[in-house]
C-alpha cells in the first residue's frame, strides 16, 4: 500500500486550514486518513505549523512520500533533519546522542529565526500604525486651518456687504428726504 504524507483541507471557503496526514494514496484528498500528523494554518503570518515530529519521522521511515507541500512543510518543522539524522545512526556514522545533539542545536537556530522574524513584522505594524496616524493628524491640521480660514473669510464678506449696505440706506434716506 502507497503511503503519502499529504495535507487534508479543512475550513471554510476562502479561509483554509490544513491536517497534515499520512494517507493510503488511493483515498480521497480530504477521505480516509491512516494518522493525524499536523496541523497547518496559512491564514496568520507567519503561518502555523503545529507537527508531531516523531510520527512523522516514523512514517518517513516506513518509505511514506511526502508531497511536495508537504515536504516543505516537514523541512520547515525539521521532520526531514531528523530522517536525516536518524539515517546516520543506522548506519552507525553518528551516535544517537550526536544526532540529539544536532537536532537541537538546529531547533535553536529555527526558533531563533522565528523570533527574529515575528519582531521584525511586528515593528513594522507599529511603525505604519505611527505613520497613519500621523498623516491623520496633518490632514486634521490641515482641515483645522482651512476651517479657521473660511471663518475669516465669511466674516470679512460680512463686514464688507454691512459697509457697502449703510452708505446704500443713506442715498436712499436722501433722496426720499
Known sequence: MP????????????????WVVAADSRAKRDGKFLEKLGTYNPNTNPAQIDLNVDSSVKWLQNGAQPTETARRILSYKGALMKHHLQGGVNKGALTQEQADAKFNTWLNEKDNKITSKESNLAQAKADARAKALEAEKEVNEKRKAAAVEAQAAEEVAETVAEETEAPVAEENNETEA
Open 3 to 18: 503511503v503519502k504524507i499529504r495535507l487534508q483541507r479543512h475550513g471554510k471557503k476562502g479561509k483554509p486550514f490544513y
